[in-house]
């Protein structure tokens, strides 16, 4: 059976009740030994769920599904270099979090819970929307008062309920989180905040089983990720760690995360040697709004995960995110500012030689 262990205080929990961190405040993790047979694989469609055996849900049936996944991996050339994009853009709701939340709402619909809780206004609370909306699950979705976007329009549009709350991003997660705090009001209500909920992982994990078997399972030499709290460049770490343990490649690859300069908290820790993170006030807006995250809860492991795959952090300036921007889009990809921090820093990235293979995630559609 699957259980959580605490990365802090190594409490274990069964998952039964439902929870999203241990009662010390801890993040949980997943404890799993995952399973992956190419031969059944190969034999199902191009969905994410190929990989079945290694996602940790019991029962098919409770599938939350758009037959997501197995995104392209195409060619390109850029900053005078050839590089693989994994066009993550084309998911249904338009970023790579329905990897995750595919996964999630699935394990939560598994788990007995019928309402969710969030406090996204961006690609993360759509992803929640839309999935609680296939899935029929009641959907939450906490916000600040002065919060709008369109995408908080289309978040409606699917049914969730958009609860305002005077104050600000932390107040509003505060809020979302009080709902359904360990052992609170609600057994069948759960917050599923993407940026603490272990089965988000167990989702974006399926970002590297797809690269190594698009690569004929070989493992590329870099992949360069958008950074905000690290849920795609974990999964990915994770599912790498997954594919050697089982023999299916035989190394990783350097792991690189880009964050803007205006919010770069974990590139910060990264130079200053740090093994924690330190909450730094991200004053002034960026274009990449799906990066600005000062205190991302599992910023302390994205460090690890670089360190250990001998990789790097690196920051961008504004300029430098809307001139790659305009340059990749000028190649065909309709892709939003958040997705051109890693094509940015991908352009400052030097390379250990010249003809590594490179792959760069376009984690999200649009403007
Ligand atoms: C959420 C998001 C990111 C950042 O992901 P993290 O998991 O916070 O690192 C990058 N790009 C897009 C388009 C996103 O929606
Ligand atoms: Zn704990």
Known sequence: MFRYVCSQCRKEHSLHPAIWRCSCGGLLDLDTAVQLSVERVKSRGPTLWRYREAISLDDDGNRVTFDEGFTPLVQARLGGREVFLKLEYLFPSGSFKDRGTTVLISKLKELGITSVVGDSSGNAGLSLAMYGARGGLECEIYVPSWASSRILERIEGMGACVIRVEGSRTEAERAAQKESLPGGPSSTKLYAGHNWHPFFLEGTKTFAYEVAEQLDWTCPDVIVFPVGNGSLL???????????????????????????????????AFQDNLDRIEVLPCGRETVAKGTRLPDPPRGKWVLEAVRDSGGTLLSVSEEEIVDSLRKVRRLG?????????????????????????????LTGWGG
């Open 333 to 361: 990809y309709l892709i939003e500012p958040t997705s051109a921090v890693a094509t940015a820093g991908f352009e400052k990235y030097s390379p250990a030689s010249p003809d590594e293979t490179v792959v760069l995630p």
């Open 234 to 268: 974990l999964g990915a770490y994770r599912g790498f760690k997954d594919l050697m343990r089982l023999g299916l490649v035989n190394r990783m690859p350097r792991l690189v995360g880009i964050q803007p300069q205006r919010c770069a908290p974990i590139v910060r």
